[in-house]
Nanobody, 132 residues
Framework: RFSCRRLGGGLVQPGGSLRLSCEVSSFTLDGSAIGWFRQAPAKEREGVSCISNEGDSFWYADSVKGRFTISRDNVKNKVYLQMNSLKPEDTAVYYC?????????????????????????WGKGTLVTVSS
């Protein structure tokens, strides 16, 4: 139901930018709130950002605030994560995900609380490597 694509190379130098795209193909998930998680090697999956069904509410982890921007195009059924000023500590596999009901408050609770088990639908994940 989800696919997660990386627009641009997966290896980027510190200070560089990448844009991730989450494509939602299921009719029942159209307009669902979407969350982004990431998992670095040997670390737990952590919430990065989330966006409401209509794209008018969003949340960011402190570690990415001011550098990452989440957006969505409901006509194209896509959610994007623009990542700027990337740091080596941003290196991780990035996933988009949704709760069973696509509710924004449920999504926010799961993402802000690093509760990956609160999400039901997951994208495949894409590796982002920030290194010089």
């Amino acid at each position: 139901r989800f696919s997660c694509r990386r627009l641009g190379g997966g290896l980027v130098q510190p200070g560089g930018s990448l844009r991730l795209s989450c494509e939602v193909s299921s009719f029942t998930l159209d307009g669902s709130a979407i969350g982004w998680f990431r998992q670095a090697p040997a670390k737990e999956r952590e919430g990065v950002s989330c966006i409401s069904n209509e794209g008018d509410s969003f949340w960011y982890a402190d570690s990415v605030k001011g550098r990452f921007t989440i957006s969505r195009d409901n006509v194209k059924n896509k959610v994007y994560l623009q990542m700027n000023s990337l740091k080596p500590e941003d290196t991780a596999v990035y996933y988009c995900a949704a709760t069973e009901d696509g509710d924004y408050l449920e999504t926010l609770t799961a993402v802000a609380g690093d509760q990956a088990n609160g999400m039901k639908y997951w994208g495949k994940g894409t590796l982002v490597t920030v290194s010089s």
